[in-house]
């Protein structure tokens, strides 16, 4: 009898139950369950509905028992930042608002009134975002204050789920990193800056590594889905779990995470959290066994997922691809202007930062699809000339990971802005890593480099070469 694992994967659009298991020395993958989600506006905030996305972690749940396909093993992974805050009753207090809701605009002026950004990085090594945790927490002390008064605990979403499924409050170590409130040096809290920003000491809970036990589930859990199950921590950020399936066991390597949001960097045993560092808004973010993802938030397909709503027609992204590489309009965005967070119409806002910097604006969708993949690609190629002049190291192709890795134009266009060979796949890397980690702690692996050599033997991985040649003076 096969061992199963389950990995519940939740991203910003929608999530799924991937059921895992060794065979022959592979990975074999099935999709078992797949529900949507989203942030709803409530009351004039973006937030997340976490009851119903806990009553589809559930039903997927019950899938597995309906299919005699029962995992010994299973683990959560979600979007990072997020959190509930809980009261004495292990009640939600307030919305669990999303990292997308406009409430932090000007809270980074009232953290840096308690320490300043610089002092901030050294400290926490993590890039400035507005929507991190330490600013989401600045805007409830401004604006809820009775909120943090009455809170007991403080749990990221995929750290509640598990709560709620275990009775086990536990904090897991790459997400929490993400809150930039995490000391890359002691792995824990950094309590002088909590106390020094106001925030209560008691809602910060003992944080865990991936690959930990978070218990069993409890009796009513049990008797509603129709069988017992170890949770154990991945690494609960879909990030940390992307990076952890890169199919490579090479020491030095550059990754793309790409999906909603992409993540572009490498992989360092110790932080680099310099001024210069800070400068160019890398961040350090905590990875499986303690290493440190060095890498640079952007945009994403959040553009190409934007633009897909406002089609007239329902189109697939395949189908978006293929008419986006017909185009040749030479217009580029900076995708990471804050411009592009959420905005009412991303069409309009693409087309509205071309016309603002005096760029030929696209004209129809495919050339708007166009400006946007030809946009991720020359970021990423001036991401990765910053993480190579930070690291003085020289990085020859580039792993693309997560269900970006699918779009052949984008990744095409990846290989000729970066000049470098790009090798695409596995699609489903974030459920894949968080298998990984399961099998870690279920001992099927030695270490996670023999795990990422099976993650290359069980998956196909597509290789580009640069092809065509790109204007050197094409800048954002």
Known sequence: MSTYYLAID??????RHMLGRLKDGRIRLEEIYRFPNGMNCVDGSLCWDVEALFYEIKEGLKRCKELGKIPSFMG????????????????????????????????????????PLKDLYARTGIQKQMFNTVYQL?????????????AENMLLIPDYFNFLLTGVKRTEYTNATTTQLVSPVTKDWDYELIDRLGYPRKIFGAIS????????????????????????????????????????????ALYISSGTWSLVGTELLEADCSTESMMRNLTNEGGYNYRFRYLKNIMGLWMIQSIRKEFAEEYSYGYICEQAQKQSVPSIVDCNDDMFLAPPSMIGAVKEFCEKTGQQAPQDEWEIAAVIYNSLGKCYG????????M??????????????????????????????????????????GNLLVQMLYHQKFKDLKEARECVKKSFEIKKYEKQSQIKEDVSC
């Open 138 to 150: 600045m805007a409830v002390k401004q604006k809820e204050p009775e909120l943090l008064e009455r």
């Open 391 to 432: 690291t003085k190291k020289q990085y020859g192709c580039i792993y693309v990971v997560g269900g970006g890795s699918n779009a052949e134009y984008l990744n095409q266009v990846t290989a000729d802005y970066t000049g470098r060979t790009v090798y695409a796949g596995p699609g489903e890397a974030t459920a894949i």
């Open 76 to 115: 959560i992974d979600t979007w990072a930042v997020d959190y509930v805050l809980l009261d004495e009753k292990d009640q939600v207090l307030g919305k669990t608002y999303g990292y997308r809701d406009g409430r932090t605009n000007g809270m980074d002026t009232k953290v840096y009134e308690k320490i």
């Open 382 to 389: 001036d991401t990765i000339a910053q993480i190579e002049e």
């Open 209 to 252: 590594q991936p690959g930990t036990l978070a218990g069993n589930f409890r009796k009513e859990i049990q008797e509603e889905v129709g069988f017992d199950c170890q949770v154990i921590l991945p690494a609960t950020h879909d990030t940390g779990s992307a990076v952890a399936a890169i199919p490579t066991t090479e020491d030095d």
């Open 10 to 15: 939740i991203g910003a659009s929608s999530g």
